[in-house]
């Protein structure tokens, strides 16, 4: 069995893209290693709007992975599937870097278009 292109978006969006922001959070010379949370809790600005985007796409995760996987099981159809699945890694990789930029009302309106692409494959399921 191949890996679809949705399949690589739930790993992109559970490895890469949280990757990504948490590298920026804690690039400093100040990163204390052997006190990773003491230092993640002390973070300001842009680096700890960094981190908080992490902390959420944890918590959009779970939801994004189900709806792929439901939608692929119910024989949805794959390039329908696909593209929502790669919409939801772009909204989230924006989503960060709107939050990194600290610009509220478009990392918010990113996130409804990242929870559109859940609730929409969540439907193709049924």
């Given at each position: 069995?191949?890996?679809?292109?949705?399949?690589?978006?739930?790993?992109?969006?559970?490895?890469?893209?949280?990757f990504i922001f948490t590298v920026y959070a804690k690039a400093s010379k100040?990163?204390?290693?052997?006190?990773?949370?003491?230092?993640?809790?002390a973070l300001q600005g842009a680096r700890q709007r960094a981190y908080w985007?992490?902390?959420?796409?944890?918590?959009?995760?779970?939801?994004?992975?189900?709806?792929?996987?439901?939608?692929?099981?119910?024989?949805?159809?794959?390039?329908?599937?696909?593209?929502?699945?790669?919409?939801?890694?772009?909204?989230?990789?924006?989503?960060?870097?709107?939050y990194v930029l600290d610009k509220a009302t478009l990392r918010s309106l990113?996130?409804?278009?990242?929870?559109?692409?859940?609730?929409?494959?969540?439907?193709?399921?049924?």
């Open positions: 069995m191949t890996m679809t292109i949705a399949d690589w978006c739930v790993f992109i969006a559970g490895l890469i893209v949280p100040d990163f204390d290693n052997a006190r990773p949370r003491d230092y993640m809790a985007a992490v902390q959420n796409g944890y918590e959009t995760y779970p939801l994004f992975v189900a709806a792929v996987l439901l939608a692929e099981r119910a024989g949805a159809a794959q390039a329908s599937v696909d593209i929502l699945a790669a919409g939801f890694v772009a909204c989230r990789l924006v989503y960060g870097l709107m990113v996130w409804v278009g990242s929870i559109g692409c859940v609730v929409t494959l969540f439907t193709m399921a049924m």
